[in-house]
Nanobody, 115 residues
Framework: QVQLVESGGGLVQPGGSLRLSCAAS????????MGWYRQAPGKQRELVAD???????NYADPVKGRFTISRDNAKNTVYLQMSSLKPEDTAVYYC?????????WGQGTQVTVSS
């Protein structure tokens, strides 16, 4: 079983920045990938960005050039640096961790971009 603790959401004005963090603990199996998804009201959950161990990062087109995903392997923590935020980035952001056998989700953190 993997426990995920997210932090860093909040209210920000358009053009502002936020950094999300997700710390994973409890896994007896190697973590293969960590990533961020988001779900806006009335919409399906969608991939924002993910990063595979030993591989490169992958970004959804709407966030390319504005968001950066990174990982601290020693801390089993994944970060999402969000810049130039737009109102359409407003959503609940979920951390996801994939091991060899299963996928685990965080509880979600609200990001609201509004003036």
């Amino acid at each position: 079983q993997v426990q995920l603790v997210e932090s860093g959401g909040g209210l920000v004005q358009p053009g502002g920045s936020l950094r999300l963090s997700c710390a994973a603990s409890g896994s007896a199996f190697r973590i293969n990938a960590m990533g961020w998804y988001r779900q806006a009201p009335g919409k399906q959950r969608e991939l924002v960005a993910d990063i595979i161990v030993g591989g490169s990062a992958n970004y959804a087109d709407p966030v390319k050039g504005r968001f950066t995903i990174s990982r601290d392997n020693a801390k089993n923590t994944v970060y999402l640096q969000m810049s130039s935020l737009k109102p359409e980035d407003t959503a609940v952001y979920y951390c996801r961790v994939d091991t060899v056998y299963d996928a685990y989700w965080g509880q979600g953190t609200q990001v609201t971009v509004s003036s």
